[in-house]
C-alpha cells in the first residue's frame, strides 16, 4: 500500500490551506485515516482522525473549530481542510492509514 501526499506550504496566520492524501494498493474504505503532525524536535502527535465510512470525526483539542477531515472513498483520498491557521501550526503533516502505512509528509509553515 501507499499514500501520497500533496498540498502544504507557507501562509500567513488566519489563511488556510488544504493537504490531500491519495491511497493505493489497500481497501482504503475499510479503514480508519488519521492526520498527524510534528512539530520541530518534537514527536507526532494525532490531530483528526475519520472513520472508514466518514460519519465519525475526532479531533486533537489544539485543532477544534478549525480543522475539518473529510474522505472520498470512491477516489480513496482523505483530506484535511486546514482554516484559522496559526503560527504554531507550523509542522510537517502526515496521513496515516492502517499498519504502517504513512504519507511522505508534507510542510506546513504558517509565518506573517
Known amino acids: 500500500g501507499q499514500l501520497v501526499q500533496s498540498g502544504g506550504g507557507l501562509v500567513q496566520p488566519g489563511e488556510s490551506l488544504t493537504l490531500t492524501c491519495e491511497a493505493s494498493g489497500f481497501d482504503f474504505a475499510f479503514y480508519n485515516m488519521k492526520w498527524y503532525r510534528e512539530l520541530p524536535g518534537k514527536g507526532r502527535e494525532l490531530v483528526a482522525e475519520?472513520?472508514?465510512?466518514?460519519?465519525?470525526?475526532d479531533y486533537a483539542d489544539f485543532v477544534k473549530g478549525r480543522f475539518t477531515i473529510s474522505r472520498d472513498n470512491g477516489k480513496k483520498t482523505v483530506s484535511l481542510q486546514m482554516d484559522g491557521l496559526r503560527s504554531e501550526d507550523t509542522a510537517m503533516y502526515y496521513c496515516?492509514?492502517?499498519?504502517?502505512?504513512w504519507g511522505q509528509g508534507a510542510q506546513v509553515t504558517v509565518s506573517a
Open positions: 475519520i472513520s472508514s465510512d466518514g460519519t465519525k470525526l
Open positions: 496515516k492509514g492502517p499498519w504502517n502505512y
